[in-house]
Each structure stands twice: as structure tokens, then as C-alpha cells.
């Protein structure tokens, strides 16, 4: 009984600890905000650039050093065009 009670004692407080909600509008992001942005939100935007220029085709593989030398060139591209969106630089750097 007492384990029931410190579970639910638990559960209840997880539940009422506030989450760290973002809303990340890609469409709209600039490279400077990007840059700016914290460490979640930079591996978030590289994870999904990742998946969506491999497209539906290609298998559920993540090469990381691909993955990686991807992310260094855009980084870079960002840098050097801060005011430019991430979807147009993606375009440029990961497009075919």
C-alpha cells in the first residue's frame, strides 16, 4: 500500500512539472536565429534537414559522418548568410 501511495505521489508530480514546450516555425527561421539558438534546438533543425533531404526513398540509416559534414557546411553557409531563412540555405547546401 504504501509503495501505491509513493507511486501515485510520483506520477502526480511528474505530471505537474512544467515542460519545456518549443515551437520551432522552420518556414520562417533565419540562419542568425539558428545560430543563435540553444544546443536542442540546433540538433532538432539538423536532425529533421537530415531526414528531409534524404526523402522517402532512402533507408531509416543515419551515416554520422556524413551527418556531420553536413552540419559543418551549413553551419558555415549560416554564418557567412545570417539574414537568409534555414529552408533556402538547406536548399543551397543539401539540395540537388
Known amino acids: 500500500m504504501k509503495f501505491a501511495c509513493a507511486l501515485l ?3 502526480a508530480m511528474l505530471a505537474a512539472a512544467p515542460a519545456r514546450a518549443v515551437v520551432l516555425d522552420l518556414s520562417t527561421m ?3 536565429q539558428f545560430v543563435e539558438s540553444g ?3 540546433i540538433k ?3 536532425t529533421w534537414m537530415d531526414g528531409w533531404y534524404k526523402g522517402d526513398s532512402d ?3 543515419i551515416d554520422t559522418e556524413v551527418f556531420v559534414e ?3 557546411k551549413f553551419g558555415t553557409y549560416c554564418a ?3 539574414t537568409i531563412s534555414i529552408v ?3 536548399e543551397k547546401v543539401l539540395g540537388d
Open 80 to 82: 557567412a548568410h545570417p
Open 39 to 41: 544546443p536542442d534546438e
Open 59 to 61: 533507408d531509416a540509416i
Open 30 to 32: 533565419s540562419c542568425k
Open 44 to 46: 532538432m533543425v539538423l
Open 88 to 90: 533556402t540555405a538547406a
Open 9 to 11: 505521489t510520483a506520477a
Open 70 to 72: 553536413n552540419a559543418k
